[in-house]
């Protein structure tokens, strides 16, 4: 069985460096063998990626491929406090998506940070989730991802 960094490495994908806190928090907290990420925007080389609303400026599709990069900068944050991802199991989700009054579709967006955690970590990648429909997100960014891991 290979690794996270051996799967992410076969997926064509480089974890990034840790996004930069855009107020007053840290990327990440640790509370006994549990690594609680902070917020994680569609960021890439320090530009956001999409604005606006799922439902109106942002498809579902470009939401969900936009929380597939929340979902990245999750795993550097959480490798960067842990080391390695080696030990490091997901056991909770929670996915915020910026979307019209009528948009019912949070689920399949937050599938794109979930789907991607499964392809890395295989049956470590497996966990809870919650996906929100808000009004409005920092930076007018249509999609957040945190996350909570475990390292064994």
Do not use: W
Request: one cysteine or more.
């Amino acid at each position: 069985m290979s690794t996270p960094e051996e799967r992410l490495a076969e997926l064509g994908l480089e974890l990034p460096e840790v996004v930069k806190p855009l107020a007053s928090y840290v990327p990440t907290a640790v509370s006994g063998s549990l690594i609680y990420t902070a917020g994680q925007l569609p960021i890439v080389a320090g530009e956001l990626q999409a604005t606006g609303k799922v439902g109106a400026e942002v498809s579902p599709e470009q939401a969900q491929a936009l929380a597939r990069i929340c979902a990245l900068n999750a795993i550097a944050a959480v490798r960067a406090e842990a080391g390695s991802l080696e030990r490091v199991r997901i056991v909770k989700v929670t996915g915020f998506v910026a979307s019209t009054p009528d948009f019912y579709g949070q689920p399949q967006v937050v599938n794109g940070a979930s789907d991607l955690l499964g392809e890395v970590f295989g049956d470590a990648g497996v966990h809870a989730r919650s996906a929100v429909g808000v009004a409005v997100l920092p930076r007018n960014a249509p999609v957040e991802v945190e996350l909570i891991a475990e390292v064994s």
